[in-house]
């Protein structure tokens, strides 16, 4: 069983994935704190409980949820994806209920590449709110390749991406023309671009005195907006959370001394 993590901030208490949940994640409001890091903490555990599992059966019961039956050592899973806007999400699951239906296209699509493939890993990339599940699948030659199922969660943004072992596009739940986008489009035949970075450090890889260079850059600003400009995969509940550690208020001015203690909490 995943024991997921429930951390008691000073603001409010928030469970960052409630293990096995019926149909939504759960927290104070109905709402939920889902940035980079949050996912970090739930790609380590799924990748964990689920590498070298066999996708068995792919579901869709709504244009933006998959449900994937899931055959591990210890019996069977399921993994529940939505890039709903409101509320995108990805978990293990046991009590949600649905009627398959005819399989919409998308699904079908999903099930000729990826049903019956072993997962091979699950992975996000840096910081960002993107995962991907990589799989070993053959296709109707024999032929065994690793395709990728890539699984963006950012808000009214949030999708789900086919990647063929050259990491082209096969299709997108949402598809993203030209005239969508300028920069980023998703459609079949071409290749994935990883979204827009953003001028941030990364605070498991990055030293100390790139943090606090990066910190200083941000002086103007008070404590939290400095977290949010300077660290990638942070979000405002985690930000304010890091002040809180800090003893500084998060619309306290920063100085010298506060990113030292911004510094040393970070570190912990």
């Known amino acids: 069983m995943l024991t997921y993590t429930v951390r008691v901030c000073h603001y409010k ?16 409001g109905d709402t939920m704190s889902f940035d980079g890091y949050t996912l970090r903490c739930l790609v380590d555990e799924l990748n964990a ?8 059966k792919i579901y869709q019961p709504a244009n ?6 899931i055959r591990t050592k210890r019996g069977k899973d399921r993994l529940l994806i939505s890039s709903n806007p409101s509320n995108p999400r990805m978990h293990l699951t046991e009590g ?5 239906g005819h399989p919409p296209m998308f699904c079908m699509l999903m099930r000729k590449h990826f049903q019956n493939g072993i997962i091979v890993s699950i992975s996000q990339e840096g910081m960002d709110r993107v995962a991907v599940i990589s799989v070993r699948a053959t296709d ?13 969660i950012m808000g009214r943004h949030s999708n789900v991406i086919l990647l063929d072992s050259s990491r082209v596009i096969i299709d997108a739940a949402k598809r993203v023309s030209t005239e969508m986008s300028s920069y980023r489009q998703l459609y079949p035949g071409i290749l994935y671009k990883s979204p827009p970075g953003q001028d941030k450090l990364n605070m498991l890889k990055d030293s100390s005195e790139a943090l606090m260079q ?18 990638e995969g942070i979000g405002r509940l985690l930000a304010r959370e890091i ?10 001015r920063l100085d010298s001394n506060n990113i030292c203690r911004l510094l040393d909490t970070t570190e912990e």
């Open 96 to 100: 949600y209920q649905f009627n398959a």
């Open 243 to 252: 002040c809180h550690r800090s003893g500084i208020q998060p619309d306290a």
């Open 214 to 231: 990066k910190l200083l850059e941000c002086n103007r600003l008070n404590a939290e907006k400095a977290i949010l400009n300077s660290l």
């Open 13 to 28: 208490i928030y469970v960052i994935i409630s293990n096995r949940c019926s149909t939504k994640l759960k927290t104070e």
């Open 64 to 69: 933006d949820l998959l449900v994937m039956n």
């Open 140 to 152: 109707e030659l024999g032929i065994a390749a690793t395709k990728h199922i890539v699984v963006e």
């Open 49 to 56: 409980e689920l590498s070298g599992s066999r996708i068995e």
